[in-house]
């Protein structure tokens, strides 16, 4: 079976919905660890790897949304993560993808259900991985083979030179890198005429506020620019 390798974190403090969510996976050819907490949670992610992880929103002491995004910015984890809530309603699913869910379930659900949820997040993250090489920078991931960056579950194409641009700005993070190393890293030591450097930040800048509604491109003033969700 595809799912047999699939390991799932289970994130939840109801030990008879754990049990019956746990039951069910583990009958499918998943292998299912759990967690009661967040505190739990973050133990678990540090001793071991998951492929997934599946959060129940309400958890005591923190929250799984909280959670969720304290691991991928703070921790740099890029596990997907499922969310699971009795709150179905759309400002509540859209902190859940802001925070860096794959998927959001509304109680209650069938097994059935989040097992081909499960299955179908991994096949694509599956699909990624083999798709090229990632950089990944808190919430923000950059496919270096296939020049897409990707934020809160959205995609963006880049053109070559915003890429150039972006793989060096987050390879060197949170360092700045110089205007003079973006520069000769993209024309040389012979760059064409009228400061074309800021013209290529400036237009990347864009795209990313017209994707993602924010720009982590910041300007260091007398240095160049650094890349970083915060400013």
Not at 196 to 214: G, I, K
Request: aromatic share 6%; glycine share 10%; proline share 6%.
């Amino acid at each position: 079976m595809v799912s047999d390798s699939i390991r799932v974190l289970l994130v939840e403090d109801d030990l008879d919905v754990a049990a019956g969510i746990g039951d069910y996976l583990e009958a499918h050819g998943l292998r299912v660890d759990f967690a009661g907490s967040a505190g739990e949670a973050r133990a678990r992610v540090a001793e071991a790897s998951f492929d997934l992880l599946v959060l129940d929103v309400n958890l005591p002491g923190q929250d799984g949304i909280s959670l969720c995004r304290e691991l991928r910015k703070e921790r740099g984890l890029a596990t997907p993560a499922i969310f699971l809530t009795a709150r179905g309603e759309l400002e509540d699913k859209l902190r859940g993808f802001d925070a860096g869910a794959a998927d959001y379930m509304v109680k209650p659900f069938a097994p059935a259900e989040l097992l081909a949820r499960i299955r179908a997040i991994h096949a694509l993250a599956g699909a990624e991985t083999q798709a090229g090489p990632m950089l990944v920078v808190e919430d923000y991931a950059l496919d270096l083979q296939a020049g897409v960056l990707s934020h809160a579950g959205r995609p963006l194409q880049l053109h070559a030179t915003g890429l150039a641009i972006l793989r060096r700005l987050m390879q060197a993070h949170p360092r700045p890198v110089s205007r003079q190393s973006l520069a000769e890293g993209l024309w040389g030591d012979e760059p064409p005429g009228s400061d074309p450097l800021r013209t290529h930040v400036y237009l990347l800048r864009q795209a990313l506020l017209d994707r993602f509604s924010e720009a982590p491109i910041h300007t260091e003033r007398g240095i160049g620019y650094r890349f970083g969700p915060k400013a």
